[in-house]
Structure formats: C-alpha cells, structure tokens
C-alpha cells in the first residue's frame, strides 16, 4: 500500500508495525549481547543474524516510505 493514499488509522497502524520491528530487532541485540558476554557464541551468532535481517527489513521500508512521501510532495 502506499502510505499517501491511506486513511489515518490504516497509517497508523503501519507506522505501529514498524515500531514493533524495531522493537524486536532491538531484544534480539540485547539477547546477542548477553549471549556473547556469557560465551554462548551460537545463541550469540543466532540473535546478531535475525537482528540483522529484522534491521535491514526496517531500513528497506523506511527508506521506501521516505522516498515515495518525497515523490508524492507530503
């Protein structure tokens, strides 16, 4: 969907979905952190690759929202 085009509460809907990702990539750090700190390399290794993925997802759709708001002059 294209976020100019959508009502209110359908965009803040989005804008929660984003906070949760954000939310997630953010406990997947500190679970990776802990993780490394106690030795668990794997759980360590585990936690940095989702929140890697989770963070670069976030970013693609931050930027494309950025991008399209700037086209679209709002």
């Known amino acids: 969907m294209v976020l ?3 009502p209110q509460s359908e965009l803040k809907i989005q ?3 984003g906070a949760l990702m954000l939310t997630w990539t953010v406990i997947f750090l500190i ?3 802990i993780a490394a700190v106690l030795g668990f390399t794997g759980i ?3 936690a940095v690759g989702i929140a890697r993925i989770l963070f670069t997802i976030f970013l693609i759709l931050f930027l494309a929202s950025l991008i399209l ?3 679209r002059g709002h």
């Open 44 to 46: 360590a290794g585990a």
């Open 31 to 33: 679970v990776a952190l």
């Open 4 to 6: 100019a085009l959508m």
């Open 15 to 17: 804008q929660n979905k």
């Open 69 to 71: 708001g700037l086209v």
